[in-house]
């Protein structure tokens, strides 16, 4: 919320003079949900350190029709084998699974989320974990586990910088790295599904299929975040998927925005 | 994307019918735009470029 009272979106409308009614939508949706959420959650028995999380769409406050009930379950605590409420009581409450592409299918501790940035402890789950949690997600129990964890990675992030002035790069060079991370995976899914014989993009050989594979889909199947769909749009959309009749384009050979007679807003435009 | 009957159409797109498809033609012109916004913002601003210099390329 802005100093009036009105959030970012609101100032923006107003200033835009446009209405977003999309987006509106989408912030009264999602926080009606996470009301209902919250409330049928509160009947589960919870670990004093444990949150449950949704992400995504919930996070970022767009939720629409079609999002799904992706849920971490957080521990602000030690590593252990009991925590409360356990993953199916809540995936049976929410009548989801735990999210994406199963990288949220135990519970998450704060220790590894905290401490295992860099090396090789920081696997790609856990880099995902943490990355999702600060970029896009909400509580729906256990606010002050959450915030806590909040808090202790933004910390980590701003005590390790090596100098004192900001911005903090150890955590841009991160979200930096995880948005390198999300594009060169999906290259990687599709070469693997290319492998195994799973893949209908042009160069494997046509197969009878009842759904698309979700390696070889287009982005926003194959990753429900954010990024993942504004880079692959505004990326790869210009070089994968534009069709040519050969299929094979490099971003070389690709006209640039001028030459497709775009042009790209001016400052004038841009009311400054 | 809160229209289920075009994010159905989006579901069916592939590389090879995306040149037919209505939906991500409208997408893809959505993200040209964004991608150019976003330059214009942080490149062709009064002063916007000298803090994209100084905090986003380091």
Known sequence: ???????????????????????????????????DRSQRLQGLSHSPDASVVLMGSWGRAEVTAGSDDD??????????????????????????????????????????????????????????????????????????????????ILDRYVDDSVKAYRPPRFLLNDVVRYWRTLCVDFAGKEHEARRSGD?????????????????????????????????????????WFRPTASRSVS????????EQGRSAPTTSSLGE | MNDEEFREDLGKVDRDNCADSSAFADVQRIGHELQDGL?????????????VRDYAIF
């Open chain 1, 251 to 258: 971003s070389s050979t690709m006209p640039s925005n001028r």
């Open chain 1, 71 to 152: 849920f971490m379950l957080l521990v602000h605590g030690v590593e252990r084998d009991a925590v409360e409420p356990s993953m199916a009581a809540i995936g049976s409450v929410l009548d989801s699974s735990p999210g994406t592409q199963g990288i949220f299918g135990v519970p998450v501790f704060s220790g590894r989320l905290v401490h295992d940035i860099g090396l090789d402890q920081d696997d790609n789950s856990n880099l995902t974990r943490r990355m999702l949690f600060l970029l896009e997600s909400a509580p729906v129990t256990g606010a002050e586990a959450y915030r806590a964890v909040r808090e202790e």
């Open chain 1, 199 to 239: 893949c209908e993009t042009p160069s494997c050989a046509p197969r009878a299929r009842s759904s698309l594979p979700v390696a070889c889909s287009p982005p926003w199947n194959a990753f429900d975040l954010t990024w993942a769909r504004f880079a692959t749009t505004w990326k790869a959309s210009s070089i």
């Open chain 2, 39 to 51: 330059l214009a913002l942080l490149y062709e601003t009064r002063t916007l470029p000298q803090v």
């Open chain 1, 1 to 35: 919320m802005g100093a009036s009272g009105a959030s970012p979106l609101e100032v923006l409308a107003q200033k835009a003079g446009r209405e977003f009614p999309h987006l509106f939508t989408a912030r009264k949706r999602t926080a009606s949900g996470l009301a």
